[in-house]
């Protein structure tokens, strides 16, 4: 059976606001714009996502926020998994494990360096960083989500804003 993941960077955060924490850091005027930019490049392709897991900070709760309205995402479809934040490899891969198998196509959003470490677990050409507001996506063959690997792979897509 045929499963897309969607693997999304938040995009580009605010460093204005002096002393806030980490986790509540905002995005920047141009992370809210290449957020939006990137939903719509997907959406013209037909690449949308049935189900949004997003990490609990800020700058990639509102990434998801921007992308799931453009992509017409209900707040059914719209989970925050606070293992998202500040994740290893195996915290993501224990995320997407416990996706029921009815889901065809998940998004996760979260942070670097994680998230270019395990886009890598996927693709034959590594990146040395996904940049903010990036997006891969790993078409895969599986019954379900848990263990899935690299010799799952059927093919992947990788988009950021300055890929133009």
């Known amino acids: 059976m045929e499963r897309k993941l969607f693997i999304v960077r938040h995009a580009k955060s605010s460093w204005d606001h002096e002393g806030l924490a980490d986790i509540d850091r905002p995005l920047a005027n141009r992370g809210l714009r290449n957020a939006g930019e990137m939903a719509e490049r997907l ?58 198998s009815d889901i065809k196509s998940l998004a996760i959003f979260g942070h670097n360096p994680s998230f270019t470490a395990y886009a890598n677990m996927f693709l034959k050409q590594r990146l040395d960083n996904l940049p903010t507001a990036g997006v891969v996506i790993v078409t895969l063959e599986s019954k379900n989500w848990e263990g899935i690997v690299r010799k799952n792979v059927k093919e992947t897509y990788v988009d950021y804003p300055k890929r133009k």
């Open 43 to 100: 959406l013209v392709k037909k690449m949308v996502p049935q189900l949004l897991l997003s990490s609990p900070a800020n700058r990639a709760l509102n990434t998801a926020l921007i992308m799931s309205k453009i992509w017409g995402a209900g707040a059914e479809n719209f989970q925050i998994q606070e293992t998202l934040y500040d994740a290893s490899i195996s915290d993501i891969e224990q995320v997407i494990a416990g996706v029921p």
